[in-house]
């Protein structure tokens, strides 16, 4: 059973608690000014999709996951894309990775090869299989990342060809290749302000020029108000909405992980030990870990505050409420209402049922209401 503290407080109440991480108060802030608690599982498999997709359904999400694996023309290009998307319609990145190997393993999966998953990704996840070394290892190499970022070396890449990403040539000719960016870009290559922005220039049809610039500096991270970046939003949002948005301004350059303490899958091996067990390694590293993938809310002693994300969400087509949910593949579904008011979760993570849709912005917004009805009901319950 749940906390009563949890299951009755507000977001924005939680966000303030001693025992809640800044990159955790940062999203629960997000989530009540935005009245989303929605994550798209965004399992797509080119640029242009995914991009596409997170610009459709951007302004209904506090989170987008994705499965950069899967993705089979990714490059430095689509991070720095859904950067700026995520920056512009204010939601956060998690890449869906379930780290599950010995520590130095992970930390090399965490930071380096094709993906660097730690420098775009706030939020990663791992099973504990493992044992809790797993956490360690994946929290120094956060540190480390955040140290680069914070005092580097940061290299820039100019250009003006990310257009193709999105399946659109800024000529016909289709001579006009955009030389490869993978491993061009130096550790870290953040894209996360208007300093280092990601562009390839062709200066003919014949061969084009990267420029790069390199400079050392110390960064202070801090969360300013960038209004401009919410000019686009202001006919989604309200006024207030996006006046509180860029009073919240920026998520820090922080990164946090969550635990895999259930899957939403029929048969899966996480029993009631394991799951435990996933409690007790997080409550050892609460600066880092932010809260578990789990069916149901597992805050049970008074300074719990951890964030439960629950994949396994689908709402029945209009029309067709009592139909019983679920695939082929053993996938199982809950709606909404019985993840959040029910079960005690906080994020509703949904992929198909939006990704499939017909109108997948009409679509989000319908699972964003859902969610969000679902919470009020939930800490109205307690009042």
């Excluded at 149901?296 to 029945?316: A, K």
Aim: charged residues 25%; hydrophobic residues 35%.
């Amino acid at each position: 059973m749940a906390s009563h503290t949890t299951l009755t407080s507000t977001y924005g109440a939680r966000a303030g608690l001693p025992t809640t991480g800044p990159l955790a108060s940062y999203l629960l802030r997000l989530i009540s000014i935005k009245q989303t608690n929605l994550c798209l599982s965004a399992d797509v498999e080119t640029s242009a999709e995914l991009i596409q997709l997170a610009e459709d359904v951007g302004d209904s999400i506090c989170l987008l996951k994705t499965h950069c694996d899967i993705v089979t023309d990714w490059t430095d290009r689509t991070a720095t894309a859904l950067r700026e998307i995520a920056k512009r319609k204010s939601f956060l990145i998690f890449e869906d990775r379930k780290f599950a190997d010995i520590g130095e393993t992970v930390q090399k999966q965490y930071t380096s090869g094709h993906h660097r998953i730690a420098l775009w990704a706030e939020i990663t996840n791992a099973h504990i299989v493992p044992g809790p070394a797993i956490v360690t290892a994946l929290e120094k190499a956060a540190e480390s990342t955040i140290a680069k970022y914070n005092t580097g070396v940061h290299t820039e890449i100019s250009a003006s060809s990310c257009a193709k990403l999105n399946g659109v040539d800024e000529d016909d000719d289709e001579d006009d290749e955009v030389p490869p960016m993978d491993g061009a870009l130096e550790s870290p290559m953040l894209m996360d302000d208007g300093e280092r922005r990601l562009s390839i220039k062709p200066m003919d049809r014949k061969q084009s020029v990267v420029s790069v610039s390199t400079t050392i500096s110390t960064r202070t991270e801090s969360i300013s108000p960038r209004p401009e970046a919410l000019n686009a939003s202001s006919e989604t949002f309200d006024l207030d909405t996006v006046k509180q948005l860029v009073r919240l301004g920026e998520p820090p350059f922080l990164r946090s992980l969550l635990l895999l303490a259930e899957m939403s899958s029929a048969g899966h091996l996480m029993t009631p030990e394991y799951r435990q067990a996933s409690v007790d390694v997080a409550r050892s590293h609460r600066d880092f870990v932010m809260g578990f993938i789990a069916q149901r809310s597992l805050n049970t002693e008074p300074e719990d505050n951890f964030i439960t994300m629950t994949p396994g969400c689908q709402l029945p087509p209009p029309g067709q409420e009592g139909a019983k949910l679920g695939d082929s593949l053993g996938q199982q579904y809950n709606t909404p209402r019985k993840l959040i008011f029910e079960s005690g979760c906080d994020i509703i993570i949904v992929g198909r049922g939006i990704v499939r849709a017909p109108d997948r912005k009409a679509e989000a917004q319908r699972y964003r209401q859902a969610g969000w009805q679902a919470y009020e009901e939930r800490i109205g319950k307690g009042q």
